[in-house]
């Protein structure tokens, strides 16, 4: 008897509790619409507004229960690419032996339920790479690292609050 109520008492408490693997705090929110991210960097990479901006839909998309809408979302994000820039960064013998992809974006974010959180701000992350290899080989793939890492900071400040 002693061992049934044991159990009871555990099932109780594990079915009261509530775990969530969406990360933040979206509020009373239920929708995002992520607006399109114009290139208006001075260097302009061809398919980076699109992919930028379907990778930081996604994000929010499987990071948070907000459903995403085409526009007038309850928390809105837009901007604009405003810089992509390969720079050296490792020097040996007189020479790069590193390059460094970087990409920055400007934000606004608009929270049409609670204006004190509302914020615009200019993220920026990079990705290294040897100088020996041809950035157009491998573009693609730093390209979507650092709109990965350029969206988790965005997501932290727009949800986490961080």
Sequence with gaps: MKKILILLMITIVVASCRISLNAGDAGNAKSI???????????????????????????????????LTAKNGDLRIEGAITDYRVSPVG??????ASNRLTITVNVTFTNTLDSEKDFEQSFSRFADFPASSNLVSI?????REINQQLAQDIFNKALINW
Aim: no cysteine; proline share 7%.
């Design 33 to 67: 619409s992520v607006a399109f991210f114009p290139n208006n960097a001075s260097l302009v990479q061809p398919t980076l507004s699109q992919s930028f901006t379907e990778d930081l839909r996604n994000f929010f998309q499987t990071q948070s229960p907000l459903e």
């Design 91 to 96: 020097i040996g013998s007189n020479t790069a």
């Design 139 to 143: 573009e693609t793939d730093l390209i």
